[in-house]
């Protein structure tokens, strides 16, 4: 059932204002967008007038607001929430889940996996699970939860085996720097960007973000072992209007060789 909890009267405003700004937009140039008159988005933000449930979603939208934002716009305004949040394996429409699990077979025996907004692994293909098994300096040390900037930045998992550690992990770092600057109330995110400092060697400069790199879509990257030495171009893949907080929240990361070496190893490996 969509829940509906008591929130400050002065909180509704407060957020559009918010995500208003956020978009760089003029009370007119939202209005204009929305098909409502600027009168009333002034009145929605000075809380002269009270929104009704079609105007906060038609504004969210409008604002491309995330969807986990919108139900937190929803419920300032005194109405129930609108998009369904649940866990991976109840979140999903069936057809969805279906198409997720037969791109992860289909990708065989190249690595592929799932992850939460967190960057929490949620489902991996066995090429994913047999790449990072086998580059993990203590398996000991491996938590139940897999967290991929863990992974990366702990010396114990596979950040030893990455060639050019620090220029891979920079460039995920000013990601995960956006991210958490583009939602600073997400505190899970926000705790995530300080426990990568907790780690040895991180350089202290990188708490500042560095916004002079552009964000890539896609990264490239090596990883060396022993006398086996693999390179990956990585991409993140993730759905478009789902109505879905769990799944628009979701990346599915895909890994592809770029060389013969790299693919003949996937294929031995799964052999």
């Excluded at 958490?180 to 202290?204: G, T």
């Excluded at 171009?233 to 789902?242: D, Q, S």
Aim: aromatic residues 8%.
């Amino acid at each position: 059932m969509p829940k509906t909890r008591s929130r400050p009267p002065r909180l509704f405003p407060a957020l559009l204002k918010h995500w208003r700004g956020r978009r760089g937009l003029s009370q007119l140039d939202l209005a204009v967008s929305a098909d409502v008159s600027a009168r009333h988005v002034s009145f929605l933000e000075t809380g002269r007038a009270q929104p009704s449930r079609e105007m906060v979603l038609r504004l969210g939208s409008t604002l491309e607001v995330p969807l986990r934002d919108q139900n937190a716009m929803l419920q300032a305004a005194g109405h129930p929430e609108e998009f369904v949040e649940l866990s991976f394996d109840e979140g999903l429409p069936p057809e969805i889940s279906g198409a997720i699990e037969r791109m992860l077979t289909q990708h065989e025996p190249f690595p592929m996996m799932v992850m939460d907004r967190h960057y929490n692994q949620v489902r991996t293909n066995s090429g994913a699970a047999r790449l990072l098994g086998g580059m993990i300096a203590e398996p000991s040390a491996m938590p139940e939860r897999i967290n991929v900037f863990h992974v990366l930045f702990d010396p114990r998992l596979a950040r030893p085996f990455i060639v050019e550690w620090e220029r891979v992990a920079r460039a995920l770092l000013s990601r995960l720097h956006r991210e958490s600057l583009a939602r600073p109330e997400d505190q899970e995110l926000a705790a995530l960007v300080r426990s990568i400092f907790e780690y040895p060697d991180v350089p202290q400069e990188w708490r500042q973000p560095d916004f002079s790199a552009p964000s890539e879509p896609t990264l490239t990257f090596r990883i060396r072992r022993d006398d086996v030495e693999l390179s990956f171009l990585t991409t993140v893949t993730i759905f478009n209007a789902p109505q879905n907080v769990t799944l628009e929240e979701l990346r599915i990361e895909s890994y592809f060789p770029t060389d013969e070496v790299t693919e003949a190893f996937c294929r031995n490996l799964a052999g």
